[in-house]
């Protein structure tokens, strides 16, 4: 089965019908889901009358359109009255995700004179003659600002700060509900680098760290070195880096299932933007030393002369033997393909021609670079980013305990030593006694991961001096 076929709950949604009260008519119902392509999950019975059963399905299909044709085909049925149609993924999003609280009651004269005017001021008064108090006295030292301007947003590209929104929120709540983080959604309406860097300067006093998100390359490297270097709070691109650290603690242990070195692999990359930059940079840190980059364009080498300023520098940095060709060349004794790049890219021929027992992560969403379906008979470890196959390499095992980490400790950035230390906790979570090739990552409902990946980005940050806090 393809991965583009498949039914899951992201898009499903609940009919209700009015079915006459006759034998066979809900057969015919299910019969027509079925033809369609999706699968049923819960049907339930909301009213019995005389005539007439009502009935609540809930149905889980694999593309929009499929709920489109069920209702017009159920609709023209003698007996079958579609009643209310319910898209499940847009009910969970009515009037957003996320909600801010309040984390006592307020019920009293007291309490209203302490929570706010006059004892609130006494507080204030502390942090201005000690700043460093804001830390422990305000929300700052426990949430983070998720900053984007809706240029990268997922597979679907430039949507805009609106339509991205969603998907600040979704990412508000893997915080909180794996770190313990607080996040907030900022959303720019500007694509310009100064604009966004200088928001995001004049925000900062309100947060613990930065979480970017979602930016277009090249721009997102601009903004994340320059905010970096102007505040003094941790700022993450995950896209990049989060990417980076989960790839990095999945090959960690797939190479412990094939029992390969790092020094002694030949890999291969396919796409070179902000992930891919950050993944291979991670990995040479790792010990690889045999990297070679591939943009739609072919192998990345210094000899290329329509090369811009970033791939010219990852060029530099790796392809020590200067290799040219096509990916299909390259890819010849290969022992680890990773793509972040698009569907179909490679196939069985490939992979028939790698190393012994290679590697392929796969990482193209929604649609990987090679379906696993066609690729298990021929690698000997297999990931890709999707949720319903075995290895799915997820930046919620990261970013999470990262930034609890870095905020625990005051850290002013978060540094290599720190990100390694992530990917390494995110491997270690999995004993080596339960390695197999179907289990090298965690599952991102592990609730043992954000916690250790916390306690050593912690420890990393005091090892390496970015933490203002060491106890």
């Not at 990268?152 to 700060?161: F, K, N, T």
């Not at 770190?179 to 100064?194: Q, R």
């Not at 601009?222 to 990417?243: A, C, M, S, Y």
Request: one cysteine or more; a negative charge.
């Amino acid at each position: 089965m393809e991965s583009a076929t498949f039914s899951g709950a992201s898009n499903s949604f609940t009919l209700r019908l009015a079915l006459s009260n006759r034998p066979g008519t809900l057969a015919r119902v299910t019969q027509v889901i079925g033809e369609v392509g999706a699968n049923i999950g819960a049907i339930d019975i909301v009213r019995v009358e005389q005539d007439t059963l009502t009935r609540d399905i809930t149905v889980y299909a694999a593309r929009n359109d499929m709920s489109e044709q069920i209702v017009q085909r159920l609709d023209a049925m003698e007996g079958v009255r579609v009643v209310h149609f319910s898209d499940r993924t847009f009910l969970l999003h009515l009037h957003g995700k996320i909600e801010v609280r309040s984390k006592m009651q307020i019920r009293t004269r007291d309490e209203l004179s302490m929570a706010y005017t006059p004892g609130v001021a006494r507080v204030c008064r502390a942090i201005a003659e000690d700043p460093r108090r804001v830390f422990g006295l305000t929300i700052k030292g426990t949430t983070v600002a998720v900053v984007t301007d809706g240029t990268a947003v997922l597979g679907l590209g430039d949507i805009g700060p609106e339509a991205a929104l969603p998907v600040m929120e979704g990412k508000a709540q893997l915080f909180k509900e794996f770190g313990d983080v607080n996040a907030f959604p900022i959303c720019l309406a500007t694509k310009d680098v100064d604009a966004i860097v200088e928001t995001v300067k004049r925000l900062a006093p309100g947060f613990g760290g930065i979480n970017l998100e979602d930016i277009a390359a090249p721009r997102c490297f601009e903004i994340e070195r320059r905010l970096k270097e102007e505040l003094d709070i941790p700022v993450f691109h995950d896209d990049q880096h989060g990417t980076a650290v989960v790839t990095t603690a999945a090959l960690i242990n797939a190479l412990k299932v094939v029992g390969k070195a790092p020094r002694d692999l030949k890999v291969v990359m396919m796409g070179v933007g902000a992930a891919g930059t950050a993944v291979t940079r991670m990995l040479m840190d790792l010990g690889v030393e045999n990297i070679i980059g591939f943009d739609r364009k072919g192998a990345l080498h210094t000899g290329r002369d329509d090369l811009n300023d970033e791939k010219r520098r990852y060029a530099e940095a790796t392809n020590p033997d200067g290799v040219r060709g096509t990916l299909k060349e390259v890819m010849q004794g290969a022992d680890v393909f990773i793509g972040l790049s698009v569907p179909g890219v490679i196939d069985e021929e490939d992979l028939r021609h790698m190393a012994e027992a290679p590697i392929v992560f796969a990482m193209a969403n929604p649609d990987p670079e090679i379906a696993p379906e066609r690729a298990w008979p021929y690698v000997a470890v297999m990931a890709t980013g999707r949720s319903d196959y075995p290895n799915q390499i997820n930046n919620v095992l990261c970013f999470p305990g990262i930034f609890k980490g870095a905020l625990d400790c005051r850290a002013r950035d978060i540094n290599e030593p720190m990100k390694m230390a992530a990917a390494r906790a995110i491997a270690g979570t999995i004993d080596e006694r339960s390695l197999a090739p179907g289990y090298i990552i965690p599952s991102v409902f592990d609730q043992r991961v954000a916690p250790a990946v916390a306690e050593a980005v912690h420890a990393a940050a005091v090892e390496s001096g970015v933490a203002r806090k060491t106890n």
